[in-house]
């Protein structure tokens, strides 16, 4: 099976760059996505394709993939963006596979 | 505006079948992209559990996929899951999905319904 891995939490302080890391083996050679969920919602797709943001995510979200890791970026963080956020990839093997989600506090 | 509507009983007894239906509205469920299925456990992170494609071909997660059986009902434009054989592990909030395969993720989400495995 593919595993993806994620730091449990990451905190930040408002207005500075939050970095949500995703390891994996090779996922550089992998698409990844990121996804967004704050409690009580379903989750919202913030990252796919490694890089790209759907329609109405702001341009402060930002994602990267190389080697082993890939990485969700949040520039000037907000309160609003506090929220779990987990990573995922397509694998030719064992289809998507999730990371276990890291919780992102702005305090 | 595409939309996903969960529905199905919010309790199964162990050992039974799980059924729940996901009607999409704003697209056709057979003209393109794929339909997936994603549980999340009570305080736990998202487990993929299967997709559908447009053209009815499935492909699931492997660890599931001896329980699971997803299908597709064009005349009402939904598709569905079954799982098979099921413990108190299978409790979750239940999602439906659209799948964009490939490295597009899953755009557009349902809400959610809560399924809850109990005598």
């Known amino acids: 099976s593919y595993d993806l891995t994620q730091p449990p939490s990451v905190s930040v302080s408002p207005g500075q760059t939050a970095s949500i890391s995703c390891s994996g083996d090779?996922?550089?050679?992998?698409?990844v996505c990121w996804y967004q969920q704050k409690p009580g919602q379903s989750p919202v797709l913030v990252i796919y394709q490694d890089l790209k943001r759907p329609s109405g995510i702001p341009e402060r979200f930002s994602g990267s993939n190389s080697g082993d890791t890939a990485t969700l970026t949040i520039s000037r963080t907000q309160a609003m963006d506090e929220a779990d956020y987990y990573c995922?990839?397509?694998?030719?093997?064992?289809?998507?596979?999730f990371g276990g989600g890291t919780k992102l506090t702005v305090l | 505006q595409v939309q996903l509507q969960e529905s199905g009983p919010g309790l199964a007894r162990p050992s039974e079948t799980l059924s729940l239906s996901c009607t999409v509205s704003g697209h056709s469920i057979n003209s393109d992209f794929s339909w997936g299925w994603i549980r999340q456990p009570p305080g736990k992170g998202l487990q993929w559990i299967g997709s559908?494609?447009?053209?009815?071909?499935?492909y699931y997660n492997p660890s599931l996929k001896s329980r699971v059986t997803i299908s597709v009902d064009t005349s009402k434009n939904e598709f569905s899951l079954r799982l098979s054989s099921v413990t108190a592990a299978d409790t979750a909030v239940y999602y439906c999905?659209?799948?964009?395969?490939?490295?597009?993720?899953?755009?557009?989400w349902g809400q959610g319904t809560v399924v809850t495995v109990s005598s």
């Open positions: 090779k996922l550089g050679d992998k698409y």
């Open positions: 559908i494609s447009h053209s009815g071909s499935t």
């Open positions: 995922q990839a397509w694998d030719s093997s064992t289809a998507w596979v």
């Open positions: 999905a659209r799948d964009g395969r490939g490295g597009d993720g899953f755009d557009i």
